[in-house]
């Protein structure tokens, strides 16, 4: 089979850590008898020292004729302490997902056995660990208008809007998703101070009927941060908005030891994109010592979403192979033990298929 693929490196260690994905994917490639046909496109830092512009059209035009898109990350320090940019990298994000109307990010959260001493939390806690959080992604206060500063500059305002229609796709897509796995779902909001989140609940409980074996509860965002490390065995599916989303999956990342660990899928109207939860990280940029296995498992669910779920799996296995030969990224280090490179850990896993 043939699979065209959108290549999104992106700034910092994206394109070594997507290079490495890239491996991964003509190994299966060539074990499957698969061909993958891929178009590189910038966006981020990079697109705008090209273009001027953080998503060009070019890049909206390859992502529209692919069959998946495979993402690294964006941002640059060039930007980051610097208010008076007028176009910045992230924006390119925020630009690309609603382009492509990713509405539905899905971040699974689960942890390898091998690293269960690498968790900050104890392993009796974390042990078991199975959930998925699903974030919506193109409104809440990342895109509300009216949105600045007054004239003085001291005084700054963001907008929170969400449609019924917005939150009934995403909680519908949570809903489909529990019904696969253990048929729980645990809605997260605000709704005792906010309006915006008393319109998620309200949707929810309406939709709740036909859904009848699933089990849903709601929760307020603290509590929700303070049982996911407390109890995260207790989740199974959690469906919020687009912030309490981007915190709580941060939050989360941290149980599987590391956040090079974690891999995503933004699913929508349009072309599903993957990608690592985790950012640009520009101080390894060109050092070879990222770990690539967030990408190289989102690879794999880019696998799973294209219908190679034997390939998706075989992947999955490769990597969790690689952990317990002990061939990881200083990040994943344990005392005395040594650290491998970027390179070296994707050739582990291309040598495990």
Partial sequence: M???????????????????????????????????????????????DATGDPYPDETHAVCLDSDAV????????????????????????LRMR??????ANLRPVSLFETLIDRSPLKPEIVRGTDFICVRELTSGIYFGRPQGRSE????????????????????????????????????VDKANVLETS???????????????????EFMFVDNAAMQIVRQPTHFDVIVTENLFGDVLTDEA???????????????????????PIHGSYPQATGKNIANPLATILSAAMMLDHLGLTVEGTAVRNAVDRTLKEGVVTEDLCLPGQRAFSTSEVGDNVCGGL
């Fill in 98 to 103: 609603k382009s492509l109307g990713l509405f």
């Fill in 152 to 187: 003085d500059g001291n005084r700054a305002y963001d907008t929170c809007a969400y449609t019924r229609e917005e939150v009934e796709r995403v909680v519908r897509m949570a809903f489909e998703l529990a019904r696969e796995r253990r048929r729980r779902l645990t809605v």
């Fill in 198 to 216: 008393r319109l998620w609940r309200e949707v929810a409980q309406g939709m709740a009927p036909s859904y009848s074996d699933i089990t849903l």
């Fill in 253 to 275: 990342s941290v149980i599987s030891g590391s956040l090079g660990m974690l891999p995503s899928a933004s699913l929508g109207s349009e072309v599903a994109l993957f990608e």
């Fill in 70 to 93: 495979l993402f690294g990350a964006i941002g640059d320090p060039r930007y980051d302490n610097d208010p008076s940019a007028s176009v910045r990298p992230e924006q390119g994000l």
């Fill in 2 to 48: 043939e699979f065209k693929i959108a290549l999104l490196p992106g700034d910092g260690i994206g394109p070594e850590i997507v290079g490495e994905a890239v491996k991964v994917l003509n190994r299966i490639g060539e074990k499957f008898g698969h061909r993958f046909l891929y178009t590189r496109a910038l966006v981020g830092a990079c697109a705008i």
